[in-house]
């Protein structure tokens, strides 16, 4: 079976432009969740996306959103783009939305912002 | 809120000889425990995991782990490092309970001498 898929595998943007990054989970995962990495530290919680609701949000402003299809893929939207925002995005899929259960990662979309 | 520490930013071992990678975690009850590694410009890809019974796992590639609960600690070993090892590794805890917002440490990167 294929493994969680994201496209695409990088970007550049400029400062103030939108950004829509894309997630495919594993075949029967039903949940998604976002992270992001900058540079030299751990990834960081974003969203946990499961039958399509958000459950989980970490400390990201509003201009981070998310959603997720009845495919169980999703999208991950960042407005108004800053020069921090420039990471790599990790998509993860587990089976379920809480539990015993293992996220998965994507290899990520290297977000660059200049 | 919980929260990882892995005290080593940076590990040198020569090939053949052990490794032991530290890890600490803050949560209230028994956590659910990872340990990530990551290769340059990659996503993560899953070692081990504990969620429950025996406190030493088993993972891939050789490495094992140990959750010891009265230290606070899930440290990652292998008795004999190999030059492909070299790496980033990230310890993470998720709740046992409500959705799961995995929390990585800062990760340790090691460094492979021959």
């Known amino acids: 079976d294929a493994g969680v898929t994201q496209s695409p595998t990088h970007l550049i943007k400029t400062r103030g432009q939108h950004v829509t990054l894309r997630c495919s989970p594993i075949s029967g995962h039903k949940s998604v969740s976002w992270y992001q990495q900058v540079l030299g530290q751990g990834p960081q919680f974003i969203f946990q996306y499961y039958e399509k609701e958000e459950r989980g949000r970490g400390n990201f402003p509003d201009r981070f959103s998310a959603r997720q299809f009845p495919n169980y893929s999703s999208e991950l939207n960042v407005n108004a783009l800053l020069l921090g925002d420039s990471a790599l995005y990790l998509c993860?899929?587990?089976?379920?939305?809480?539990?015993?259960?293992?996220?998965?990662f994507g290899p990520g979309t290297r977000l660059t912002v200049l | 809120a919980q929260s990882v520490t892995q005290p080593d930013i940076h590990i040198t071992v020569s090939e053949g000889a052990s490794l032991e990678l530290r890890c600490n975690y803050s949560?209230?009850?028994?956590?659910?425990l990872f340990w990530y590694v990551q290769s340059p410009g990659q996503g993560l890809q899953l070692l081990l995991k504990?969620?429950?019974?025996?406190?030493l796992v088993q993972g891939i590639k050789g490495f094992e782990a140990e959750f010891k609960r009265s230290q606070s600690s899930f440290n990652l070993r292998k008795p004999s490092v190999h030059w492909s090892d070299a790496a980033e590794y990230f310890c993470a805890v998720a709740p046992s309970g409500g959705y799961q917002k995995v929390t990585f440490g800062t990760g340790t990167k090691l460094q492979v001498i021959p």
């Open positions: 993860a899929s587990s089976l379920r939305l809480a539990g015993a259960y293992t996220q998965y």
């Open positions: 949560y209230g009850a028994t956590p659910y």
């Open positions: 504990y969620f429950s019974g025996d406190t």
